[in-house]
């Protein structure tokens, strides 16, 4: 019952977190492109219930930050106004996933105080705001990497285990070759030999597809497994006995049979082609700016400066990490799951 | 001995497989790659005409990899474009720097693992073995991208650490001693990165396979005769669980390898990383290909080492019942 | 009444016939290279008369159910023929298969493993028809319903799944099965084996009636020689891949030629008798 309990709200968890990040146009208070040079690198804001005059507000307010005087990026909190946070409020316009146009937002504050969650990177960007869109970037981009690489294990699994010999022999030999190769030096010389210099679309899609690539060889061999085991079956050779075609047994007697492993994979392959797209991004090998993802975030903390003195410029690793957290519950529910049925 | 034999011409057809791989990877790429080589300010025109004819970028693909096996024959292993020299000279230093520090990762987290995984399989179900299960679930989806980042920042806050690189500015100038000490303190962060990173799951594996062990027959009439403790823990029940331990550890080391790249060069570590990552970048193709040769190689030979260690432990296997 | 019996299925020619059938498994142990080989059939000459009851008894291992396996075309044999309804069908395309096969059906040995346990009853018993296109959509389920009141399940569990049915009843749903394409020609593997004695009758008596019904010819697969004894028509025995004997009944009963029939026999009697003096010791 318990165990249930945790497989729920690991579940509901990992929903919350992607319907926030589908609807970042909703929750981010900002466009993430619009810069303010005035507020390069400004501390997460902090919120406030007692004003100066020490009335208690119910109502939780900021205070704007400006330069302080002698500091270089140094900034501290103008008392002289509280802005007390507004919810649904009037903001710049968004769509979301390209269908629905709205201005409104969950949250903000009046202007010209601005709120900044996760503080602002160097050009004075909502840093909270990046990350709402950057996840939208890196999500998808794992959740499309592992519906190729579920995609291409599932085929190669299926004819591989269903028609066996030299097929199989040979399929297992690459499945064999792409275990054995780290998978971090695959991918950067897959990508190195893929062109440089292209739009952010043509980036993004190209990256999905080659850390879709190099992933297929898990899948495929599990599915081969679960394949060659069904066949085996006594019923598929009662199927047969029906006159059944190799279409219909796959269909109705074997693919069913995979899909708890598909979905364990799934749930272990999306934090970890999350993590991929970040990474290459990281390395400047992904997406680049001025689309943020995740990775390019985190790319700010190569520079020595933002490493030593902006500390809320771990806030897209904390993200990462949420969901990361998240799936290897899922994950962990499932596996768990399979294998008390098997018994 | 025949098993080694066969490691070893498998370890090599491996190899000969990823390298037809990478070779397969490059001509599928669309685009020329030579126009875009002529993007980059580092080649001059001249060198990539040159290498043009010279690697025959015109000839079929079959050719080139010809080319290329000749030249490994050689012992070049190909030329660099943006280094200009053959690819060997660059990749022997790399590979050690690299071999340095997983080398060491790898010792350090299995020092760490294997008690740590013998004691909670043990412990099964109490309070330390729960405490170890959840800081293992939780360290698992931290990224090594983010372990080396924070323990980076921490390193710049205490002022003691090199932040980056693998050797002082004066490291020249300094005695045998002192040398070592400088190599030490540089590799505090990367190595701390890789062990945090590959802990977990090493962890996991270890007190999973114990748990089998502990359960089986053999273990329970050692009790039972009252061998207990440590004595029945590791003299007993873990060479039983060899077998699937030293897998482990092949399949570790290749982990630790993909981690590795990433902390080499946001460590700055010069190891094959950076390496691999400038050539990439510049599309270098054949230090590209050999950096990627190497990795594989490490793999082997990790894989390989797991077998030694394997048949130290488990007589069985040389008997050939695997 | 027994000689009429033989001539009356000697006029006809035979309904399935195997001739010189061999079959040979080679097996090779895990981690090893050596393999040995299992000769499974031998040059195995076989018939089987239209509209008759065939027993197929002999021994464990002797080769019963993979005779069984290539007389229905789901195992291709080594070497041999096999002819069905006057022609030869053991080197047939595909296409030739796909026509032949709803006439020739087969109730596998073990019925637990013969069914998809993800299944409901009602698919199970409609795969056939699905896989033939006979009937679609809510068709296919009423006829499903229909052929298990046939074999005595009430079709309020179509939509319980294998498991939950106890052996005997899943013996009935694999009979259901493989009568709904109305097969000529029925193949029953061990289907009375292993269950209790009244379960037994009533499969037997379901049997009976279907043929009745729709004219079948089975082969019955069988360790149980009294069994045989009460319902065949004709009576085959195998040994190491070989039929040994073959003939009506009552002639091999009353008269065995060989002497493993002879054994098979006498272990029965031997059985029966020591059952009688252990009921009358205990009383
Ligand atoms: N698929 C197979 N692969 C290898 N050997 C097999 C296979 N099927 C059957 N055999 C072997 O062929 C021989 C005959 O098996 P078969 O199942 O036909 O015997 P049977 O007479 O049906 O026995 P039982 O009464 O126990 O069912 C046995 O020795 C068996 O081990
Ligand atoms: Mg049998």
Known sequence: MRKKQKIVAALMLLVALHLAILLAGFIAPYNPATQNRDFPFVPPTRFHFADARGHFHLRPFIYQWTVRPEGFNEYEEARGREYPVQFFVRGPEYTIAGLVRSDVHLFGVEGPARIFLAGSDGFGRDQFSRIMYGGQISLAAGLLATGISLFLGLLVGCISGFYGSWIDESAMRLVELFLVLPWLYLLLAVRSFLPLHISPTQTFFLLVAVIGTIGWARPARLVRGIVLSAKGRKYVTASRGFGATDSYILRRHVLPHTYGVLLTQAALLVPQYIVAEVTLSFLGLGVSEPVSSWGNLLANLQQYNVLASYWWMFAPALALVIISLGYLKVANAIHERLQSDSI | M?????????????????????????????????????????????????????????????????????????????????????????????????????????????????????????????????????????????????????????????????????????????????????????????????????????????????????????????????????????????????????????????????GSLLVEVITGWPGLGPLLLDAALARDIYVVVGAVMASTLFMIFGGILADILLVAVDPRVRLGKV | MRIEETARHALKPALAKAAGLSKRYVQRAPFSYKSFVIDALVDVEFDIAPASLTALVGESGSGKSTLARCLAMLEKADRGEIWFEGKEVSRSSDRELKALRPKIQMVFQDSAGALNPGFTAAQIIAEPLEVQRRESGARLHSRACELMEEVGLSPNWADRRPLEFSGGQRQRLAIARAIALKPAFLILDESVSGLDLSTQAQILNLLLDLQKAHSLTYLLISHDLGLVGQIADFVAVMQQGKIVEQGPRREVFANPRHHHTRELLASVRLLRSNFRTAQAGGR
Request: with cysteine; net charge positive; aromatic share 8%.
């Open chain 2, 2 to 258: 025949k098993y080694l034999e066969r490691r070893v011409i498998h370890g090599l057809l491996l190899l000969i497989g990823v390298s037809i791989l990478c070779f397969a990877l490059s001509a599928a790429a669309p685009g020329n790659f030579f126009d875009e080589m002529k993007l980059n300010p580092q080649i001059s025109p001249s060198t990539v005409a040159g290498l043009r004819a010279r690697y025959g970028f015109d000839q079929p693909l079959v050719w080139r990899y010809g080319h290329w096996v000749e030249s490994v024959l050689r012992g070049e292993w190909g030329y660099s474009f943006a280094y200009n020299c053959p690819v060997r000279s660059l990749l022997l230093v790399r590979a050690r720097n690299t071999l340095i520090l997983t080398g060491l990762a790898t010792l350090l987290a299995w020092l760490i693992a294997v008690p740590l995984g013998v004691w909670t399989a043990n412990r099964r179900g109490r309070w330390d073995d729960r405490l170890s299960m959840a800081s293992t679930s939780l360290l698992l989806s931290v990224p090594e991208l983010v372990i080396a980042l924070v323990l980076l920042y921490w390193a710049v806050r205490i002022h003691t650490l090199p932040v980056g690189g693998m050797a002082s500015v004066d490291f020249g100038g300094l005695g045998v001693q002192a040398k070592l000490f400088d190599l030490a303190l540089h590799l505090v962060v990367p190595v701390t990165t890789l062990v945090l990173a590959s802990l977990p799951l090493l962890v996991r594996h270890i007190r999973a396979s114990m748990i089998e062990v502990l359960q089986a027959p053999f273990v329970q009439a050692a009790r039972a005769h009252g061998i207990g403790g440590a004595r029945l823990l590791f003299r007993y029940a873990l060479p039983a669980a060899a077998n699937p331990l030293s897998s482990l550890l092949g399949l570790s080391v290749g982990a630790l390898l993909s």
